[in-house]
Structures are given as C-alpha cells and as structure tokens.
T-cell receptor, first 112, second 114 residues
Framework: GIQVEQSPPDLILQEGANSTLRCNFS?????LQWFHQNPWGQLINLFY???GTKQNGRLSATTVATERYSLLYISSSQTTDSGVYFC??????????????FGKGITLSVRP | DSGVTQTPKHLITATGQRVTLRCSPR?????VYWYQQSLDQGLQFLIQ???????AKGNILERFSAQQFPDLHSELNLSSLELGDSALYFC?????????????FGSGTQLSVL
C-alpha cells in the first residue's frame, strides 16, 4: 500500500514561533487531508488538500502532488496548537477497499 | 464539535467478552467509517458503510463486524476480545462515497480489555 512519512516526529516550539510540518507519500493521491488530534484525543479536520494551497487563519497547507509531498504551516503558534498532526492520503485508482491511510503523526508541543 | 457522536466514551471489559460501539454521523452524511488507533499500529481503517451497504474493508479482524442502520447510525461489534484489542476506536462520516470526501471524526471510544 501507499507509504506516508511525516517529519519531524516531534517538535517543541515557544509560543509565537512558526513551524513547518512535512508529509511525504509514495504514490499518486486523489485525497490528502491534514488532521489535528488534540490532547483530549479529538481528531479535527484541518484541510482537504490533494493539490494546491489553502489557508485558514494561522494555518496554511500546500500540496505539490507531482513531487508527492504536502506541507502544513503554523504561524504564531499558540499553546492550543499542541497535539499530534496527521497527514492522511488515499492513493489514486486504488480501488474500493482503499481509504485514507494515515501517517504516524507529528507531536507538537507549544510552550508558553 | 464535528457533529459525529460516538458512545460510549470509555469501555472497560474483560477478555473473551463482546462489546458494541455506536456512532451517529453528521446530519446529512451517508458514509460512516470506522478506524482503530493503537500505539503500535497507529490509525488504521477498518470498514466503511454507505447508505446502509458495506463499501470498503480495511484491516478488520473476523471477530469484528459492523452495520449501518436505516437511520444511518452505525454499530461496530467486537467479539472474543483480546488484550490487543485495547485501543481508541473512531467513527468518521462524510456526505458521499468518493475519493474527494472530507472526513469528520467523532471523539472516539476508548476500549480497555483487561
């Protein structure tokens, strides 16, 4: 199946700093989503972004499908940004049994 | 709040038992997905239903089964439970069944098998 690698695995930031989270994938995708799992375990959908660039407040994401990577940018980080960030992809033409495959996640800790 | 409701939030049971996890999708969503999150396997897709019919199967054990009812809520049944089944089980929903569907997750059911 498709491989999803996220880096770095862990990130510690001071409040107010900016960061870039990366997701590499091994095959063509027709679906890519970024999720934030907060410290209470809730998974929140941040972006649906199989290609192009989107922005939502302090967060933005870019996917370069031809080069098989996606980036999530967090600007002016806040303590509430802490948690685990997942990239999830679905391979193009994979068939009916293929759904979103998740990476292992990036654990972000924002310190006050 | 994603609009996806899962019950119960926590479940503690013993090996060999059977449990049922329940999920109500967002209003208007026809697809329901079940995922399992464990420390060693990460987030893994189990099964998907669309408008009452099974659409896709992932890494779901034969001891596990699911169904989606006419009112679109779904139940995941886990039987002959083993210690290794302890995990966080998520339900997600989307409007349709296509490759470009955005998924919305419930807050999960934490299952502990003792």
């Amino acid at each position: 199946g498709i491989q999803v690698e996220q880096s770095p695995p862990d990130l510690i930031l001071q409040e107010g700093a900016n960061s870039t989270l990366r997701c590499n994938f091994s095959d063509s995708v027709n679906n890519l989503q970024w999720f934030h799992q907060n410290p209470w375990g809730q998974l929140i959908n941040l972006f649906y972004i199989p290609s192009g660039t989107k922005q939502n407040g302090r967060l933005s994401a870019t996917t370069v499908a031809t080069e098989r990577y996606s980036l999530l940018y967090i600007s002016s980080s806040q303590t509430t940004d802490s948690g685990v960030y997942f990239c999830a992809v679905e391979r193009s033409g994979a068939g009916a049994n293929s759904k979103l495959t998740f990476g292992k996640g990036i654990t972000l800790s924002v310190r006050p | 709040d994603s609009g996806v409701t899962q019950t119960p939030k926590h479940l503690i049971t013993a090996t060999g038992q059977r449990v049922t996890l329940r999920c109500s999708p967002r209003s208007g969503d026809l697809s329901v997905y079940w995922y399992q999150q464990s420390l060693d396997q990460g987030l893994q897709f189990l099964i998907q239903y669309y408008n009452g019919e099974e659409r896709a199967k992932g890494n779901i054990l034969e001891r596990f089964s699911a169904q989606q009812f006419p009112d679109l809520h779904s139940e995941l049944n886990l039987s002959s439970l083993e210690l290794g089944d302890s995990a966080l089980y998520f339900c997600a929903s989307s409007y349709a069944d296509g490759p470009n569907e955005k998924l919305f997750f419930g807050s999960g059911t934490q299952l502990s098998v003792l």
